[in-house]
T-cell receptor, first 111, second 116 residues
Framework: DQQVKQNSPSLSVQEGRISILNCDYTNSMFDYFLWYKKYPAEGPTFLISISSIKDKNEDGRFTVFLNKSAKHLSLHIVPSQPGDSAVYFCAASRGDDKIIFGKGTRLHILP | GAGVSQSPSNKVTEKGKDVELRCDPISGHTALYWYRQSLGQGLEFLIYFQGNSAPDKSGLPSDRFSAERTGGSVSTLTIQRTQQEDSAVYLC??????????????FGPGTRLTVL
């Protein structure tokens, strides 16, 4: 049973518009959430994170929103740029326990 | 099950000791990745294998770290003379091909290493 779900395998967004990547989780004990970005033939790289005590964290063009009651988080990228085309992994952890990853969403930024 | 497995699940060791972490990828997966997750940090890529060869070792933090893969299957990550900063969760993942589709990279449960 997947504890972290990314239900959209892929997403296409026009350059300059907002990209919204969604993630749902089932374990209410998760208290730390992360997004990773992965280019082909490279390992994933950390992008942004949020603690369960917050509902929003912003870093430049990237903002993560957390809705604990809905067990839902989303990553907003605005404005979207061609270099944002990659696979994005949502992940969650409980304390210093192992992290659980979603399966990823491939984002295509269209010119 | 048929997923990626890692052993041990937890390892506590004393500073200066050597440790060996094992990863059993999904059968038939040619690409294998090692990552490290330190407390409060993002996922850190360590090394990947395509078959038995490791084209990219740039993520290994020091020469105390080494990894090998034999028979295109099982991989071991060895840390010599462990230090406290080596404490982390070590994750392994495998995929059918390097840089495959997002649903083709499968992660193991990780090994939590604690260096006292």
């Amino acid at each position: 049973d997947q504890q972290v779900k990314q239900n959209s395998p892929s997403l296409s967004v026009q350059e300059g518009r907002i990209s919204i990547l969604n993630c749902d989780y089932t374990n209410s004990m998760f208290d730390y959430f992360l997004w990773y970005k992965k280019y082909p033939a490279e390992g994933p790289t950390f992008l942004i994170s949020i603690s369960s005590i917050k509902d929003k964290n912003e870093d430049g063009r990237f903002t993560v929103f957390l809705n604990k009651s809905a067990k839902h988080l989303s990553l907003h990228i605005v404005p979207s740029q061609p270099g944002d085309s990659a696979v994005y992994f949502c992940a969650a952890s409980r304390g210093d326990d192992k992290i659980i990853f979603g399966k990823g969403t491939r984002l295509h930024i269209l010119p | 099950g048929a997923g990626v497995s890692q052993s041990p699940s937890n390892k506590v060791t004393e500073k200066g000791k050597d440790v060996e972490l094992r990863c059993d990828p999904i059968s038939g997966h040619t690409a294998l990745y090692w990552y490290r997750q330190s407390l409060g940090q993002g996922l850190e890529f360590l090394i990947y294998f395509q078959g038995n060869s490791a084209p990219d070792k740039s993520g290994l933090p020091s020469d105390r770290f080494s990894a090998e893969r034999t028979g295109g299957s099982v991989s071991t990550l060895t840390i010599q003379r462990t230090q406290q900063e080596d404490s982390a969760v070590y994750l392994c993942a495998s995929s059918l091909m390097l840089g495959g589709l997002p649903d083709e990279q499968f992660f193991g449960p990780g090994t939590r290493l604690t260096v006292l």
